[in-house]
Structures are given as structure tokens and as C-alpha cells.
């Protein structure tokens, strides 16, 4: 299983699904509520990406999309062990083990989103930079965030 997450973490990190900004993200974020390639999409636009970053971002984009699907089928799996633990009276062992592979989980996705970030922004010229970190700034006064 540590192999796996291992394995999901470098995936990740060459991917872009988390690459992009967290606000384009979400499903019915600013990229509207359709799949990746909306928010990818949207990113092109507002940052006015060039063609050769567009297929950077597209190839980051599309492994991340793999890896993170991974990560949810297992923690899919393990909410699920989770729940038949908690019916069955199960030991405190089990529990404390299920929620340290959850734990693991949303800490290396985390750091992947991270990577990705970083790895998106690396792509970004200065002018670009200062655009994103604008609509990252609006993005966070929205939910009461300095």
C-alpha cells in the first residue's frame, strides 16, 4: 500500500490536475461545471496562455486526472472498510489503521497539489504569475480569507 501511495504521489506530481489553481478546480468552480477541460480552458483564457503552455498544462492535466482517480477509488475503499469497522464493534486498531491510510492519503494529495502548483506556475511568465495570484487573492476574499 505504501508503494502505491508513493506511486500516486510522483504521478501526481507530474500531472497537472492540481497544477491548476485550486479555484478552477472544483467541479462548478470558475471553470464552470464541466470536466477538466473547462477549467483548463478557462485558465487559457484569463491567463492567455500560449500554445506550447497550453500543451504543458494539458499533459501535467491529464496524468494528474489518472492519478487522482486512483487516490479516490482507494480512499472510496477504505471509507468503505471504515463503515463495516464501525458496524461490526471493530477494535481500535483497525480503526486507528484505516484512518492513518485516509490520513496518508489526503496528506500526499496534499503535497501533490502542491508539486503541481509549482510546477504550473514554473510554466507562467511573470506577467501571468501576477494575474494568477490576483484571481487567487479574489478567490480568497471571497470565503473571508486575508
Known amino acids: 500500500m505504501t508503494h502505491q501511495f508513493t506511486k500516486l504521489a510522483l504521478c501526481a506530481?507530474?500531472?497537472?490536475?492540481?497544477?491548476?489553481?485550486?479555484?478552477?478546480q472544483r467541479p462548478g468552480g470558475m471553470g464552470g461545471p464541466g470536466g477538466g477541460a473547462s477549467r483548463q480552458e478557462f485558465l487559457a483564457g484569463y491567463l492567455n496562455?500560449?500554445?506550447?503552455?497550453?500543451?504543458q498544462v494539458k499533459s501535467l492535466y491529464d496524468g494528474a486526472q489518472a492519478a487522482m482517480e486512483t487516490a479516490r477509488g482507494q480512499m472510496e475503499s477504505l471509507r468503505t472498510e471504515?463503515?463495516?469497522?464501525?458496524?461490526?464493534?471493530?477494535?481500535?486498531?483497525?480503526?486507528?489503521r484505516i484512518a492513518t491510510a485516509?490520513?496518508?492519503?489526503?496528506?500526499?494529495?496534499?503535497?501533490?497539489?502542491a508539486k503541481l502548483q509549482v510546477k504550473f506556475r514554473a510554466i507562467l511568465t511573470d506577467e501571468?504569475?501576477?494575474?494568477?495570484?490576483a484571481l487567487e487573492s479574489r478567490r480568497g476574499e471571497g470565503r473571508g480569507r486575508p
Open 49 to 55: 496562455l500560449t500554445d506550447a503552455q497550453n500543451a
Open 128 to 133: 501571468q504569475k501576477t494575474k494568477l495570484d
Open 82 to 96: 471504515m463503515n463495516a469497522a464501525i458496524k461490526a464493534n471493530g477494535p481500535d486498531a483497525t480503526i486507528d
Open 102 to 113: 485516509l490520513g496518508t492519503l489526503h496528506a500526499q494529495q496534499s503535497a501533490a497539489q
Open 13 to 24: 506530481a507530474l500531472a497537472a490536475s492540481t497544477v491548476l489553481p485550486v479555484a478552477a
